[in-house]
Structures are given as C-alpha cells and as structure tokens.
C-alpha cells in the first residue's frame, strides 16, 4: 500500500510499482530501466549491483 | 564495513555513498578511482545507472509512503528509520587532523580561558548544544517525547552533560538526570547549569539507592577527558546500572583513561561519542575503539592560532559544520 491508490489491473504488482502505476508510461520505462541495469548484460557482477543498491538505500535510510 | 569488501567493491560503494549524499562534491578524481581499479568506461557508466536508479526509487517509495508487502514480519514493516542516520554530518579523514595528548588538550583549554577570552561556560554551552544535535538523529530525528537519561559528573564534562539536557528537555524530550555526586558537590559553573536546568523542572538528582529508569538514549557525561584511575563510587554504580540503550558518550566514554589510553572497569560502553575541539589520541587506541563506537567532532571555537602555539598544524575541520564525523581509514 501507499498513499496514493493503485491503477485498476495493477493490484498484483508490488507496492513500490503499484504507487505509480497511475501513470502507467512511467511504470513500464521504469520497469525497462530497472530489469535493463539490473538484469542486463554489464561487466559489474549481479552481486556488485546489488551491493551498490544496498549501499544507496541503507544512505538513503529508505524504509521499503 | 567497507573494511570486509574486496577493493573493488569498496571502492564502488564509496562511489556510491558520496554520489548519493553530495552529488554536488562529486569530480574527476572520483571516476578516476574507479578506475584504478580496473573498472572500464562502460562498468563506471552502469554503477553510475544503478546510483541513480535506486536514489530515484527510494524517492517513489518515500515520497508516495510506499509501504512494505504484509509477507514480511510486522516488526520490519512498522519501522520507519534504520541505523542512526549518521551521514547527517560531513565527515572528515582522521589522518587529516592532529590528535592531541591530554597535556595538550589541558594547555588549550587554558589558552582559550586565559588568552582568549572564552569562558569555561561558553565552552560548555558549545559542548552541551552540540551533544543535543547530535542526541537527536540518534533519537530517530525528533526529541520530541523521546526519553533521554543524562549521567553528570560534578566538573566540566558533566556540565556539558546538563547544558545538553537543558537543550534536549526544552526539545520536548523527557529528561531525567543523575548525579555521581551530591549537588552541593558540583563545581561552581557547572552548579549554574544544573540550576538553570532546575528552573525549567529537570531535576539533576543524586540518588544512589534507586534504580535507573529505561530509556532511548543514554548521555554520559560523568568524567570527562582529564580522568585517572577506575571510576569509583556512585560513578561506578551509575555505569552498572546503566539501562540497555544506545550511550551518547561526551568527550570519551567514562572510563576510559586517555592520559594513559587505559580502559579500566567499569567503563562505558558508547555507540556514539562526540569529543571536543580535536580528538584525543588514546580514543583510537586499541581497547578504545570498541568502547568509543563513532566518533564525531564539535567546534568549541578554538582558533588556529591556539594549535600553533602547542606547534601543531591545524585547519579546521569545520567549515562545512560545526559538527563533523572523524571518519578512520
């Protein structure tokens, strides 16, 4: 949940894409963003991606 | 932490950190260290995507509160703030300062009373409002209402410790104080904190027999840097009693005997300790590290020309902020 509601059709999604799936051109470029640094071919490892993620968020302080 | 971390990993988790804290700091040099180590123009270009990324998504999330899915537990989902927030505060490489012996420490404190026109009680408010800024990130970024336990010596570092009181209970927190000592045993400045403290209906009381209440936060502020030998008495009772919760240590932990770099029993076990002016040495030696926890520095106005005195080579470290993070390499 958030504090904004979610698009019909999206309550499947989880909630970090569900709290912006209003404005669904902006999910899906997010979603391409995502799976393209995260997943995509990259000469940084998965777990180095993760660990600058990791290393962000705790920055960041960010609860979700 | 970065310590466990292969040198590459390191090093983009440095990148990562500042990126995200002062992207307005960010140069050459910083992609010039990635890569030395063997990080291509290409691996550069997608830790800098992954930064950006995960600084964006953590704005969705925080902006729009977006919550944690009811599958993970309910105790992780209700928490709204980890760790102690301490990159707050700039911080500055230990190895960039000079850290002074406990003769020198003395000497600059007289310098500044009896040259400089700066009195004991300036030096002590300096100390006590900046214990209070530092209190509140470590009370989850409001004092409001938070429970705050300040043990207080009788001379100048307990003084410190009531003047933080006095900031942090007209903050809204709920502040009890205890003495080591009877009040009348108080010296003379740190007698006139405890009786401002008192008009605003904080009692500092002595009371040796009863127990210490719980609380978020634990300020002590019982013996100061010029301490010898194993804390005794009510001091030694205080730090026993003390209630399982993060300890704000003022200057260094009680009990740790800097003039000797001794930690004698007991002693305080701190998260956090804010030490004055510059650090002293025996706070990063051996045995100290654990007791001192973090380390961060508060200006009490010394100016440079005091270090040259002593003939040490000093600039400050303040001028981003009156309070910084000694960062050890």
């Not at chain 2, 600059?108 to 009373?113: A, E, K, Q």
């Not at chain 2, 010296?187 to 405890?194: H, L």
Request: glycine share 8%; aromatic share 6%; with cysteine.
């Amino acid at each position: 949940m958030s504090w904004i509601k979610r698009a019909t059709g999206a309550e499947s999604l989880p909630n970090i894409l569900a709290s912006h799936s209003l404005n669904a051109e902006a999910l899906d470029a997010h979603l391409r963003l995502y799976r393209t640094i995260m997943f995509g071919d990259s000469p940084l490892t998965r777990s180095e991606r993760e660990a600058i993620a990791v290393a962000v968020s705790a920055v960041n302080d960010c609860h979700y | 932490m970065l310590d466990s971390l292969t040198p590459r990993l390191a090093a983009l988790c440095r990148y990562a950190r500042k990126l995200t804290l002062t992207p307005w700091a960010m140069e050459a040099a910083d992609v010039e260290r990635l890569r030395a180590h063997g990080l291509d123009d290409r691996a550069i270009v997608d830790a800098n995507q992954v930064v950006s990324y995960f600084n964006y998504v953590n704005r969705v999330a925080d902006g729009l509160g977006v919550e944690l899915e009811p599958t993970w537990p309910q105790g992780l989902r209700e928490r709204r703030t980890y760790g102690a927030r301490r990159l707050e505060f700039p911080s500055v490489a230990a190895d960039t300062l000079p850290w002074l012996s406990v003769a020198q420490m003395r000497e600059v404190d007289r310098l500044m009373i009896e040259e400089f026109g700066i009195a004991l009680e300036q030096m002590m408010e300096n100390a006590g409002r900046s214990l209070a800024v530092l209190a509140r990130p470590l009370l989850g970024g409001d004092a409001r209402g938070r429970r705050v336990l300040v043990i207080a010596g009788g001379g100048g570092n307990g003084g410190g410790g009531l003047a933080a009181a006095r900031h942090l209970a007209v903050a809204g927190a709920e502040v009890e104080v205890r003495l080591n000592g009877p009040p009348e045993r108080l010296d003379p400045v740190p007698k006139r904190q405890q009786t401002s403290l008192g008009a605003i209906g904080v009692a500092a009381r002595f009371r040796p027999d009863e127990p210490l209440p719980d609380t978020s936060l634990v300020i002590d502020a019982a013996l100061g840097y010029g301490q010898r030998g194993a804390p005794s008495g009510e001091t030694a009772h205080l730090i026993r009693a003390l209630p399982n919760a993060p300890v704000l240590a003022l200057d260094v932990p009680t009990g740790l005997e800097l003039e000797t770099a001794t930690l004698r029993e007991p002693h305080v076990r701190a998260q956090t300790t804010l030490t004055l002016a510059l650090p002293k040495q025996a706070l990063r030696a051996g045995d100290a590290k654990d007791v001192v926890g973090d380390l961060y520095l508060a200006d009490i106005s010394v100016p440079a020309t005091v270090y040259q005195r002593l003939g040490l080579e000093y600039e400050s470290p303040f001028g981003c902020s009156p309070i910084v993070r000694i960062e050890m390499a």
